[in-house]
């Protein structure tokens, strides 16, 4: 169950990994479709100071032919512009956890069992889970270092015009591939699909997408703490 739900926490960091630009970053001129349409995300992320949006996540074990209950939350972020990344994931459905990123400090809130795993990014980036994607809540400079990013071809998805990139791992990756449709009204990603070694299948969407949308960060992140009576397991 932990897995699962830092599995879903990786694809999504992904995706922001993809929309965030540093600041100081010059500007490249486009020399093929692909890098036009990273370079769309750049602007986008310069002018980004926040990001909320509902999600859905599931996963299909294709070795054991069984799938995953489909997920769905919500998700608050903040880029790290002039401070540390700030990211929170509720899951609602079917069973409620709560992921919080502040900086290099991860938060997994499991209320059923009334758990929470207090942990460091640099710690679970080596497990299997999180991959070596290195949590890459950086500039789009740090996806054509590590991918190969190729146009496959614009299409309509979930009502919107899309660009449909492919990533292939330059380097040795738990993800054979990466599938990433960006929305061609906001450049944003609005869903990927994470294609593992082992064939498993990993499908996120993001919907309700909202840039520079103001929420209470001090307690949705900041101040983030579980209920008197939960365990808390790992660094404190």
Request: aromatic fraction near 6%.
């Amino acid at each position: 169950m932990r897995n699962r739900v830092l599995s879903l926490l990786i694809c999504l960091v992904f995706a922001f990994s993809m929309i965030i630009a540093a600041s100081a970053q010059a500007s490249i001129t486009p020399t093929s479709k692909a890098e036009a349409v990273l370079g769309e995300m750049e602007n986008v992320g310069r002018t980004l100071t926040s990001l909320t949006a509902s999600i859905w996540q599931q996963k299909k074990n294709t070795q054991i032919g069984i799938d995953d209950d489909a997920e769905t939350g919500e998700l608050y972020y903040i880029p790290s512009k002039n401070g540390p990344i700030k990211l929170r994931i509720d899951i609602t459905s079917p069973i409620k956890k709560t992921v919080v990123i502040t900086g290099e400090k991860l938060k997994f809130y499991q209320p059923a069992i009334k758990n929470m795993l207090v942990t460091s990014l640099k710690d679970t980036k080596n497990s299997q889970s999180f991959g070596s994607m290195a949590i890459t809540f950086g500039s789009v400079s740090a996806i054509r270092a590590s991918y190969d990013v190729t146009l496959v071809r614009e299409e309509k998805l979930q009502n919107e015009q899309t660009s449909l990139l492919h990533l292939t791992p330059k380097q040795a990756s738990p993800y054979k591939s990466i599938d990433i449709w960006i929305s061609q009204s906001s450049w944003l990603p609005i869903q990927e699909t994470l294609v593992e070694n082992n064939g498993s299948v990993t499908t996120v969407k993001l919907s309700n997408l909202k840039k520079n949308n103001k929420f209470n960060v001090k307690s949705l992140i900041d101040e983030f703490a579980p209920p008197k009576g939960t365990e808390i397991v790992g660094d404190k």
